[in-house]
């Protein structure tokens, strides 16, 4: 069984950084994509950066420039460097993990618990 576990966030002033980490554990896997989504109160789980098993690399508009996303596959751990942060970045980050299932590929996410990024003005 997959489990995820975040750390890193915390508060930080505008204009400030934080590096998000997670790992996942449960066994030896091959994830096709992981990645971190945020969900802010009222809203929506949003995808915020997404590195695929190839290295292959997208963000959300909001974030381009300001955030990276890298990732280690032999420590099945991916990573976000957040820089420049601003006040409409606070919300709680989850790391998504993917794994596709049988010979249709069927996609399955798990989630880790999130990690809450406040960033005050």
């Known amino acids: 069984q997959v489990h995820l576990v975040e750390s890193g966030g915390g508060s930080v002033q505008a204009g400030g950084s934080l590096r998000l980490s997670c790992v996942a554990s449960g066994g030896i896997f091959a994830f096709n994509a992981m990645g971190w989504y945020r969900q802010s109160p009222g809203k929506e789980r949003e995808l915020v950066a997404r590195?695929?098993?190839?290295?292959?690399?997208s963000y959300a508009d909001s974030v381009k420039g300001r955030f990276t996303i890298s990732g280690d596959n032999a420590k099945n751990t991916v990573y976000l460097q957040m820089n420049s942060l601003e006040p409409e970045d606070t919300a709680v980050y989850y790391c998504?993990?993917?794994?596709?299932?049988?010979?249709?590929?069927?996609?399955?996410?798990?989630w880790g618990q999130g990690t809450q990024v406040t960033v005050s003005s």
């Open positions: 590195v695929g098993s190839g290295g292959s690399t």
């Open positions: 998504g993990a993917t794994l596709l299932y049988g010979h249709d590929r069927i996609p399955e996410t798990y």
